[in-house]
């Protein structure tokens, strides 16, 4: 099993938790020298806030853990693509590598019309795309 196995593994036991609790079924957590320093799930509904997605929920996390905004060093594991605001947090936050596993056709920040995870038509300040990688549990 490799580390990305591991971590994937572990957004998915968030995402049944967050399920359980009638949220969407995502988990996500933020690694660094591959050690976990955040992980989280879906809270849009039980926070009343659209904007508590599992990825940002572990982004914030992460920030107040480490004192800085910039996760240049930091990969990010999630259970369900980025969709384009959560894309934003990335890019903005400069995340190094996103790994998720299953495509959001319609909003996705990598696969839909508007990739802003991976795409370079950004303002010069904005900070080059990470990593970004489709994990398969069949083959990682």
Same mark, same amino acid.
């Given at each position: 099993?490799?580390?990305?196995?591991?971590?994937?593994? =572990?957004?998915?036991?968030?995402? =049944?938790?967050?399920?359980?609790?009638?949220?969407?079924?995502?988990?996500?957590?933020?690694? @660094?020298?591959?050690?976990?320093?955040?992980?989280? @799930?879906?809270?849009?509904?039980?926070? @009343?806030?659209?904007?508590?997605?599992?990825?940002?929920?572990?982004? /914030?996390?992460?920030?107040?853990?480490?004192?800085? =905004?910039?996760?240049?060093?930091?990969?990010?594991?999630?259970?369900?693509?980025?969709?384009?605001?959560? #894309?934003?947090?990335? /890019?903005?936050?400069?995340? /190094? =590598?996103?790994?998720?596993?299953?495509?959001?056709?319609?909003?996705?920040?990598?696969? #839909?019309?508007?990739?802003?995870?991976?795409?370079?038509?950004?303002?010069?300040?904005?900070?080059?795309?990470?990593?970004?990688?489709?994990?398969?549990?069949?083959?990682?």
């Amino acid at each position: 099993m490799t580390d990305d196995d591991v971590m994937m593994h =572990r957004c998915e036991a968030l995402g =049944r938790e967050a399920a359980a609790k009638g949220e969407a079924p995502v988990g996500a957590v933020i690694v @660094q020298n591959g050690i976990i320093i955040s992980e989280a @799930q879906e809270a849009s509904k039980s926070k @009343q806030d659209i904007t508590c997605h599992a990825e940002i929920e572990a982004i /914030r996390l992460a920030t107040q853990k480490l004192h800085n =905004r910039i996760l240049s060093d930091c990969e990010l594991y999630t259970t369900h693509e980025p969709c384009v605001m959560c #894309s934003y947090v990335i /890019r903005f936050h400069r995340i /190094r =590598r996103v790994v998720y596993k299953n495509a959001s056709e319609y909003l996705g920040g990598d696969t #839909s019309s508007m990739p802003v995870l991976t795409t370079g038509e950004v303002p010069a300040h904005w900070s080059k795309p990470p990593v970004v990688e489709r994990w398969d549990d069949a083959g990682g």
